[in-house]
């Protein structure tokens, strides 16, 4: 049950005492009041967005009213649908993605185990070691004053976004189309940090290592720990980012100090970083060995069994679109059938060369306006106006191509573990 990634509604429904233990660490006592122990303490309060002056008040086996409304409210975010309690993750509707630039409180949430209590970002320490021949740690504010200071719009997906549609289905959160955003990110360049410790021939891989802790409460433990090959660790685009929107980056995103490493999962782009190790291998923290973040090396059929030793790292994700505008399920009269349709699409570490939309069912397409990304790694914007010829149900599809020449298809590429479904989005329009 501590590994379990589950909703806090059927866990407390099953046994409120375990699952106090479980979620918070609070142990019931005789009077019915719990003690919240340090790290449940932080992981409610984060929940909350604030210390609880009374918490040892608070009777064991319910939850706080806060947490009690549907949907789950999160401080200082907007419309997002929560799939998980513990860890807390939460998707954006994609009608709540139409902003160029992704606001803070609409930019998704994945986290993989309990954020850590202190997120100061004064006494803040950064270490980066390992196959470097200079080892340094620095403050945040040394990180500012040491290296040039960047912003730059990049859009992180979550691996796995697209997984509710997997048929079979395939273990995990079931995000829909959400675990997406392009926000501005400022930082600095992490290959600038590297040159400064100058890493070694040796160096085979990144190791990335956060505050958080694991779910099971066990300090020996950690909830992730991943990394990237040495060559994308160069890349000027990857962030060590202490700022989103010109603002501090909200608790569940990573605040103080996260990676950004756009194009590729977003679980290269630790939250909570307080450590970047150098390695002479691939790096096999946890969810970088067996078949977490990786797919099989060939094609397989849907809920085929497929040998560990044939899985492989993802690296760059696929081409891809959304469309943000009309909201799926919007009426049109049939006075006036005319609808611009928007969104936006992105290609990993590639570039986005067009989006077709359809209105009927894929038999023709209408070539969309398609901008340029404001830098590397920005997702691009796209509209296109469609008529539609008469009353009835239609759907809005739209299918996205990279500078390579790969398209989205209609269905799904399944896989064991529901990563990578770029398949093309669609929205319901009826014509009164």
């Known amino acids: 049950m501590s590994k379990k990634e589950t909703n806090l509604f059927e866990l407390y429904a099953e046994d409120p005492d375990k699952a106090d233990d479980i979620v918070f660490g609070r142990v019931p006592h005789p009077d019915r009041r719990g003690f919240l122990k340090g790290a449940g303490l932080a992981t409610m309060a984060a929940l909350l967005g604030g210390f609880i002056p009374f918490h040892r ?43 160029d630039i992704t606001p803070v409180a609409r930019h998704f949430i994945r986290n993989n185990g309990i954020p850590p209590t202190d997120m100061d970002a004064a006494g ?6 390992g196959e470097v021949d200079s080892p340094i740690e620095m403050s945040i504010d040394e990180l500012k004053k040491e290296f040039e200071v960047i912003t730059l719009q990049l859009q992180l997906e ?29 930082g600095v360049r992490l290959s600038d940090v590297l040159k400064r410790v100058g890493v070694k021939d040796s160096a085979v891989y990144t190791a990335h290592y956060g505050a958080d802790t694991h779910l099971s409460g066990d300090p020996s433990k950690l909830p992730i720990s ?4 040495i060559a994308k660790a160069m890349d000027p685009n990857n962030l060590i980012a202490f700022a989103i929107n010109g603002g501090p980056i909200h608790p569940m995103n990573g605040a103080p100090l996260r990676l950004v490493v756009p194009g590729w999962p977003g679980s290269c782009s630790q939250k909570w970083l307080k450590r ?12 970088m ?23 492989e790292i993802i690296e760059s994700m696929p081409v891809k679109s959304l469309i943000t505008f009309p909201e799926s399920g919007v009426a049109v009269p049939a006075g006036a059938p005319e609808l611009t349709v928007r969104g936006h699409a992105w290609a990993g570490d ?24 404001r830098n590397p790694y920005a997702w691009q914007h796209f509209s296109a106006t ?47």
């Open 276 to 287: 970047i190790q150098i390695r002479d291998q691939v790096h096999d923290g946890p969810k």
């Open 158 to 186: 979550c691996g796995g976004n697209g997984r509710s549609f997997f048929d079979p289905k395939a273990k995990g959160n079931q995000w829909t189309i959400g675990a997406v955003g392009c926000s501005e990110w400022t």
């Open 124 to 129: 803040w320490r950064l270490t980066v070691d």
């Open 350 to 373: 590639d570039q986005v060369t067009a989006v077709d939309v359809s209105i009927d069912f894929g038999a023709t397409w209408v070539k969309a306006e398609l901008t340029q990304p």
């Open 57 to 99: 008040n608070m009777p064991a086996g319910f939850i706080p009213a806060a947490m009690a409304d549907q949907p789950m409210s999160i401080p200082g975010k907007d419309g997002l649908t929560v799939l998980n309690d513990r860890p807390v993750n939460a998707e954006t509707p994609a009608h709540l993605l139409d902003d």
């Open 289 to 311: 060995t067996g078949t977490s973040y990786r797919v099989p090396g060939y094609p397989v059929e849907p809920g085929e069994k497929v040998p560990k030793e044939d899985f």
């Open 386 to 432: 469609v008529r539609f010829p008469m009353k009835g149900y239609y759907e809005v599809w739209a299918r996205a191509t990279d500078d390579k020449g790969r398209q989205q298809p209609f269905a799904i590429a399944w896989n064991p573990k529901g990563y990578l479904n770029n398949s093309m989005h669609r929205v319901a329009v009826r014509v009164a």
């Open 226 to 229: 991943r990394g990237v090959p």
